[in-house]
Every structure is written in C-alpha cells, then in structure tokens.
T-cell receptor, first 111, second 115 residues
C-alpha cells in the first residue's frame, strides 16, 4: 500500500479555516485519496475522497495537487466538534475496500 | 445513509474467558466486513477481512485461532476473542462498505477490558 505522511498534530482557532496536509509521493494511478476522521472514543467516519479533481461536500473540501503527490483537506470553519484525528488514506478502489490507516493528524481546536 | 452497529459497546471479562463482538450492517448487505483493533493513542490496525460464506483473511501477525471471525449472513459478522488475556484489552472496530459506495462505514467500536 502506498504510504501517506501527515503532521502529527495541528492546532486551529474556532471559526477559522483549517488546512490539513497529506503527502503521498508514491501514489499510483488507480489510488483514490480518502479522508476519514475519528472523534474520541468513536469509530472513524468518512469525510471525503477524490481521484484527481478537487472535491467539495457538506463537511469539507479536498484539494489535490496536479501531480497527485499531495493533497489538502480543508475545513472551512473549524468548530470544537471538529477536534479529532484526521486520517489521509490511499486506496485502490478497483481491488476492494481493504483500508490501511496511518498515524493521522490530531487536530486541536481552540475556542 | 449506511449504518453499521456494534454490540456490545463495552465489555469487561475475566482472563481466560471468551468474548463475542457482533457487527451488523443495518440497512444494507455487506459481503465483506473489516475488523480493526486500536490501542490507546494509536491508530487503527487492520486485523482481518471477514467474507460472507467463506473464511476470513487475517493480516500478518494476527492469530486466527485467537480471534475467530464468522460471517454467516450478509448483515452480520462476529469476532470472538478466545481465552482473553489482559493484553487483548483494546478498542475493536468493524466496518463495511454499502453496495455502490466506495467508502467505508464504521461501527462505534467495542471496548474490551480483560481483568
């Protein structure tokens, strides 16, 4: 599985945008970029995913570099409820949904 | 949306006993489910892939006789921790993908404490 690199932690102020980076220089052409987050003592939840184009949904935006070697998850206005561990994951969706988690980024949101 | 339910949400047992954790897809059928374990302040570690009607596929280093997985129906997979020991205490999480969607839905997790 292609590896992703994320900062261990990041801090944000409430109501401000947050940009969570992810490097994946060994990404293959069939790898999708998935983001999940895990709130304390809960199972992970899906945030967003994409292949080549930038993606937007009600939770966040995903900006994918042109060479696909990096991506950024954007939370437009952080709230205290967004404090979680965010995981950037590469997955070849043509081969099933086996998903391997890396260490993720722990996001702290200050009031 | 797709919902995955786990039961129990927490369990405490004595060393040497076996514990069964259930994972159900509530509004969709899942031919494949995944089981993870997570220790405090660590990431999720994939234990095995549960396949409906066939044997589970275990990740390297996971003892299949210790962690028994049964996927007898399209909506239920069970993980049984046999002869549990304190080092098996962990947060166990299952997940599944609903048909037509290429994202995973996770259960809320089951916290196992072995005394």
């Amino acid at each position: 599985d292609a590896k992703t690199t994320q900062p261990n932690s990041m801090e944000s102020n409430e109501e401000e945008p947050v940009h969570l980076p992810c490097n994946h220089s060994t990404i293959s052409g069939t790898d999708y970029i998935h983001w999940y987050r895990q709130l304390p003592s809960q199972g992970p939840e899906y945030v967003i995913h994409g292949l080549t184009s930038n993606v937007n949904n009600r939770m966040a935006s995903l900006a994918i570099a042109e060479d696909r070697k990096s991506s950024t998850l954007i939370l437009h206005r952080a709230t205290l409820r967004d404090a979680a561990v965010y995981y950037c994951i590469l997955r070849d969706d043509t081969g099933g949904f086996k998903t391997i988690f890396g260490a993720g980024t722990r996001l702290f949101v200050k009031a | 949306g797709a919902v995955v339910s786990q039961h129990p949400s927490w369990v405490i047992c004595k060393s040497g006993t076996s514990v069964k954790i259930e994972c159900r897809s509530l509004d969709f059928q899942a031919t494949t489910m995944f089981w993870y374990r997570q220790f405090p302040k660590q990431s999720l570690m994939l234990m095995a892939t549960s396949n409906e009607g066939s044997k589970a596929t275990y990740e390297q280093g996971v003892e299949k006789d210790k962690f028994l997985i049964n996927h007898a129906s399209l909506t239920l997979s069970t993980l049984t921790v046999t002869s549990a020991h304190p080092e098996d205490s962990s947060f166990y999480i299952c997940s599944a993908s609903s048909p037509g969607a290429n994202v995973l839905t996770f259960g809320a997790g089951s916290r196992l404490t072995v005394l």
